[in-house]
């Protein structure tokens, strides 16, 4: 479709670039696809959702209560929300800085994925904060040092504009501007180390939120080492972001692909699931580390035990060995389908962290409203379709011809 | 390869610039604890269940009036305090041994020597201040609620109806105390439950009461050591745990319990650039002989 378009004598540089070779007429006409109904009835129904909880308050639209203060917003958008962008400082640091060169085609979405993913973290934060026009307060004259929090804001806040400056030699490449592009490209190795440590810091620190709330987390999911698990699970999540999202977008996105180069996909998703499946198990040894120490056998055999068991074992070893298992045998199928187990594993562990295993010192369960969901998926549909107008129209699933790859 | 002296000052630039934001740890160790600020001793055998304390606490917080006020009916159910009433006063049965029957308890901010929230506090909203009181400014408060995570006591409220949503408890009447004058519960109790004072001073007034008559308290001063020391102390003649406070509560301060995280994050931050700096050389040097 679009390659007839191209041939047409538009050179406005707006259809070439926004509207995608298509004549205005054309491109609006494009909207209407089953798909597009469905996101824009989610974000019809979402948008007034927010608007409602600014008017009214958050007890307006939330289960959040007095013994419940966190709920959904900060369990999923920020807490998941962060762990499933880790893709892309695992990948730009493979890449980049370890230079291993055969996972070049997955840097860039990878890297797109970690900017949106964390542009909507701070979304979803911003629904979430009673007074979010005063988040300047920490950044600018009134330092929490001894806060927790205070280290996530920071290092949430540093590493999107850093996320933002690593997508930039796509932007400048579709902007056709050399130079800048040529600049930019020179601070890849710095922006990439920056970006990791930042990382480092932030995705344990919000496992380390939980360190002081010692009498209110179930015993089972209370450790010292939280805060490592949460790093070392998030590049478990990261990784598998990329094997997951790349097969997605090869398959959705294929005309965007450049037929002349080869893109290994295959091989690429066999290394990544070989990393995955030594930090899942180092993960799952570091989590019957972090239990032994506890000293709380007596725990495993109740409810919440079981439930606890299940993450071990189904959301934990199982991934690790079906990944190593999937990895010698080639079989790609199994690996994406493990790919996703593993995110949905990371996504259960934050849940629990953070609303499982704290109910259970509450008095009455929290448990979201429909409106809570609701929100949480309007962010996630709308960052969706951000990546999707990008990946469009920048360079980011193929190299530009005009810009060879120099590393 | 031979290392550029461009790439050393890069090296450099990222190692400093971490560096200088690693000055942490030491504020840390320095946290401030007087364990001898103004305090109050709540003596529960004394107090009778008038909830003089509650009419004056929302009057000096310009509060409103008071639910079901002189009416019995309010105990039937055990009430926490919210964002507009800063303290209550809940009724509990009292011990077997101990005459009466029934026991009251007023409920409120601690205000703990190394208080959890203050510390949670990205923006120092909440604070410990010098001269006692955990205050709040809600001018710098983001709303995150942290505090209500970390706080053992669930003291700070947040104002759920409200749009524009602050977080509120007890401060200790700081603004009177800075007059010279009692905390507004203290100055109207008319039985002697509440004795306003300095905290050394009335952990010996504490221990005396128990000392002259031990068959009449529980041998425990709540807030001696709960939490790692509270400014509210509390006397009963009825466990504690029946009074609906929390008894298995951490004696060392909360803040002691993300130390170990935060000291972290200087080594990260040192450790990291030219770590990865020196990988990325190693990279480069094998990718450069490979292309030879």
Known sequence: MSNVARTLPAHDWLVEKIFMGYRPGAYVRSFFTPANALVASIVGLGVPVIVYRFLFGLGSVTNLSQASPWGLWISFDVLCGVALAAGGYSMALAVYVFGLEKYHPVVRPAVLTGFLGYFFVVIGLLCDLGLPWHLPVPMVYSFGTLSVMFEVAWCVCLYLFTLAFEFTPPLFEWLNWPRARALAIKATIPLTIFGFMLSTMHQSSLGALFLIAKDKVHPLWYSPYVPLFFFVSSIAAGLSMVIFESALSHRIFHDRLDPSAHVDLDGITVGLARGASIVLFAYFFLKVQGFIASERWDLVNTPYGYWWLFEMLGFILAPSLLYAYGARHKHVGLLRAVAAWTVIGVVVNRLNVSLVAVNWSRPTAYIPTVYEVLVSVTIVTIGIQVFRWIVNRMPVLRDDPAFPVTH | ?292
Request: with cysteine.
């Open chain 2, 1 to 292: 390869m031979t290392l550029s002296r461009r790439t050393f000052f890069k090296i450099n630039a990222v190692g400093a610039a971490a560096l200088a934001g690693a000055a942490r740890p030491a504020e840390a160790s320095a946290r401030m604890a007087s364990h001898d600020g103004p305090a109050m001793l709540v003596d529960t055998t004394r107090c009778i269940g008038c909830r003089g304390c509650e009419t004056a606490c929302a009057e000096a917080n310009g509060n409103g009036a008071l639910e079901l006020p002189g009416d019995d009916a309010i105990f039937d159910r055990h009430r926490a305090t919210d964002p507009y009433h800063y303290t209550v006063v809940n009724r509990y049965a009292a011990a077997l041994s101990a005459p009466g029957g029934e026991r009251f308890i007023k409920t409120q901010c601690m205000h703990c020597v190394e208080p959890a929230c203050a510390s949670a506090c990205p923006a120092k909203a909440l604070e410990k201040t010098a001269a006692g009181p955990v205050v709040y400014h809600g001018e710098r408060c983001l709303g995150c609620r942290y505090c209500m995570m970390a706080c053992p006591f669930d003291i700070p409220k947040f104002e759920y109806s409200k749009p524009i949503a602050y977080i509120k408890k007890c401060s200790f009447c700081a603004e009177r105390q800075s007059r010279g004058l009692l905390p507004a519960c203290a100055e109207v109790c008319p039985s002697g439950a509440l004795q306003f004072g300095r905290r050394e001073t009335l952990l010996e007034e504490a221990r005396k009461r128990i000392y002259d008559r031990p068959n009449d308290y529980v041998h425990h001063i709540y807030g001696e050591a709960e939490a790692g020391g509270t400014s509210w102390l509390y006397l009963s003649d009825t466990p504690f745990e029946r009074l609906g406070l929390k008894t298995d509560l951490s004696t060392t301060p909360y803040p002691a319990l993300t130390d170990t995280a935060l000291s972290a994050v200087p080594v990260v931050m040192t450790l990291w650039p030219p770590l990865l700096m020196g990988l990325y050389t190693f990279a480069r040097e094998r990718k450069e002989e490979r292309h030879e």
